[in-house]
Structure formats: C-alpha cells, structure tokens
C-alpha cells in the first residue's frame, strides 16, 4: 500500500515548491518516499486511481496526466495531455478512468464535461484522444464519475445541477437537483461518487458554509433519490472500495467516518485548529482514513485511535 500526496505551500506564487509525492507508509505513519515530483508552478486538483491500481488520473492546472505505479512506488509519466479551446485555458477540476479503462472523463472550470478515448499498447496506456464534449454546465464542474458498468458518466457542478449523460451518444438522460425545505433552493454539488456494488450515485451538495448534505441516487428507480445524509459543512468525501463507508472532511477541520446503510458515525476526528481538511481517503482494509489539511498536517484516523504527522501536502490517496 502507497499513500500519494500532491501539493504543496503554493506553488511559484508564494515563492515555494508544489511536488507530487509517493511514500511508503509504516505502522499507519509516512515512511521512506518511493517518488518525488517537483510540479511548480502547476497545481493539482484530483488525484484518483484506476480499479487495477496500476494507473493515476491526475488533474494539474489545464493539463490531464497520466501515471503508472509501479511495484516499488514509483511512478511513470505515460500521458501529458493538454486541454484548450478558442476563449480560455480552462482549469481541470477532476477526472477518472472508467471501471473499463476505456473512457476518461474531465471536468473544470470552462463548464464543459470531456470525454477521452484510451489507447493501448502491450496492455499498458499509450495516450488518449478527445471523443466527446457534453454540456455545458452553467458553472464549473466539480467532480465527474462513472456507472459501474460504464455507460454512464456524471458530472456535478456549482450551477446546482448533477448531469447524467450516455457515454456512447454523450445525450444528457438526466439533470439532478437537491433542494432542502428550510433552504429553499438548491444546493450547490461538490462532488460525486458512484457505488457499483448497490448501483446508486452518492453527492455531496453544500449551501455555502452552512451546512452539506450526502445523497444516494438509485439507478434502479431512475436516480430518484433514496437516502439523505445531513453532515458537516464539508469540502470533500470518498467512498470505501466495498461501499459500505464514506468519508468526508470540512472546512472547520473535522474528519468524519460513518457507516454508509446506516448513516451512523463511526469515528469523529478533529485536526488541531480551523483548518479545511483538503481530501480523504481509504486504506486497504478500510479501518484507517488517511487526511490532509491545509495547516500541512496528515493523519491516519482509525476507529481505534489516531496518528498524526506533519507534511507538506495538500491532496492525498491511500491505494
């Protein structure tokens, strides 16, 4: 198991270095660095795996990246592709791989969900081509996920709106909203997941600094939504590989784990001060959550106890 860290302090325009890192970790701690990157002046937004953990996804800055791992940690460039268009360079908020490796899909902040072919050579990936553009979105895309079976992408965005669209044909079959009653309007979506094993759409939907929201869309009833989770102010969240629990992290620096069927917290953990927790992620085993904050601090948070360590990073991945 490797943990990914990708950040920094800033970059070029705070006078300091952004890198993309690989470490091994030891008794739930960061041990030696396997990879060491620097990425300045580029930032990076998300970093995701394929479902095999051979490849990275990795959005920085206008570009989408491609990475393999190998068995030691170490990380090979295979794709370095920029996206433009005519009026501006738009920055790549979040892309992933579908489950069968043969889409990638990006989405940011020109509004425009993407939709790139994969080409192999000897199994391993080669470079991608654009396929598709769908949208536009009437504000920046957040996040972007995939059907278990792949022939659905979803992309939600600050407009308020979770769009379903069909990956062959790119038609839109479904525009989402989430409104709460005591708010009065809809919500704006952060991001998205999908859970293969109860085919649902997992968002997560947040007024302002106020208050969010995790909501679970069946396929099965044509994403009507089935179950809603009130939750802390929250910046980010990531679903376990069996489903069965999300994480998710805030902007007042809490770490949160809870039983996804349930909606049962299981293990509540605070960073010191009040600082955004940045990203979230599963271990393995899914007893441990790894976590980063602003304050460049990283911690595994177990149900059992918590580890805490100081790092530079800003965007983490146990895989």
Known sequence: ?????????GGAK????????????????????????????????????????????ISRSNSLYIYELGKD??????????????????E???????PSGVYIATGGTDCILRLWKV??????????????QMGPHLGQIN??????????????????????????????????????????HPLEFRACNYNAKTNCLITLATESRKESYLTFWSQKYNFDPVETVKIHDNTCFRMSI?????????????????????????????????VPV??????????SVCATCTSSEYNFVSTASTYTQKCTGMLSLCI
């Open 119 to 132: 080409k192999y050579v000897s199994n391993n990936i080669n470079g991608v081509t654009l396929e598709k």
């Open 278 to 287: 940045t990203a979230v992620s599963f271990t393995r085993d899914e007893l």
């Open 1 to 9: 198991q490797y943990v990914v860290l990708c950040g920094g302090k």
């Open 73 to 90: 940690g170490v990380l090979t460039k295979l794709v370095n592709t920029v996206t433009e268009n005519e009026s501006i360079d738009p």
């Open 14 to 57: 705070y006078g300091s270095e952004n890198y993309l890192r690989v470490y091994c970790p030891e008794n739930n701690m960061l041990g030696k660095i396997a990879f060491d990157e620097i990425i300045t002046p580029e930032t990076c937004s998300s970093i995701e795996p394929s479902d095999n953990k051979q490849w990275l996804i």
């Open 143 to 184: 996040g972007v996920v995939f059907s278990g079976a792949s022939d659905l992408v979803f992309s939600a965005s600050s407009d308020k709106t979770c769009r379903v669209f069909n990956v062959k044909d790119g038609k839109q079959l479904h525009c989402l909203s989430f409104t709460v009653p005591s708010i009065g």
């Open 92 to 98: 790549q908020k979040h892309a992933r791989i579908s």
């Open 242 to 274: 069996s489903g069965d629990r999300v994480a998710v992290g805030s902007n007042d620096g809490y770490v949160i784990v809870f039983n996804a069927k349930q909606g049962k917290i299981i293990r509540r953990h605070k960073f010191r001060g009040t």
